[in-house]
């Protein structure tokens, strides 16, 4: 028996776990209409379908600002002092601060120096990070470095960005 035989043979064999597990959508149409057990892609949505299905998406505006406070709270850390040690302006913290009604959202670089002056876990960072729409890449060597300096429990931005910038000639965590 051929091989192609072998998959014909293993298919009908199969066939009814194969048709209960997998569902093939049909959307062909002919001038006849409906072309049955016809396999093909789905029609196109005009803008405005689209549009409308957009609209019943939950508005999911980042808050990362309760998370912060959270975190203040536990590590027993002033706002202020929080700021000063992640090398963040006071603006831009006050826009944090506010960013539920301006939809003002932080730069990765920001919300990450906040983490490390918070000296978060790599969990918690992601959490953080997962909140504005961000995470940390494997991709990324300055994540990685970032990652890894967490998980060493080193936090300080001023030496970790020294180390990106010796390792990938750029600036990250001011940027």
Known sequence: ?????????????????IMSN??????ATSRHGFVSGAVCAPPLLSLNAIKNIVKSFPNTSCDLYPS???YCEEKDIAENKLYKKAHVSKTVFSKIRSMKDTGYKPSKSTILCL????ELNNKETEEMLNIAGYSLSDDIIADKIVSYCISKRYYDVYDIENLILEKTGGVYLYS
Not at 22 to 27: G, L
């Open 68 to 70: 912060i406070i959270k």
């Open 115 to 118: 983490c490390l002056a918070l």
């Open 1 to 17: 028996m051929t091989n192609d035989k072998r998959v014909i043979e293993n298919l009908r064999a199969h066939y009814q776990e």
């Open 22 to 27: 997998y569902v093939i959508i049909a959307y």
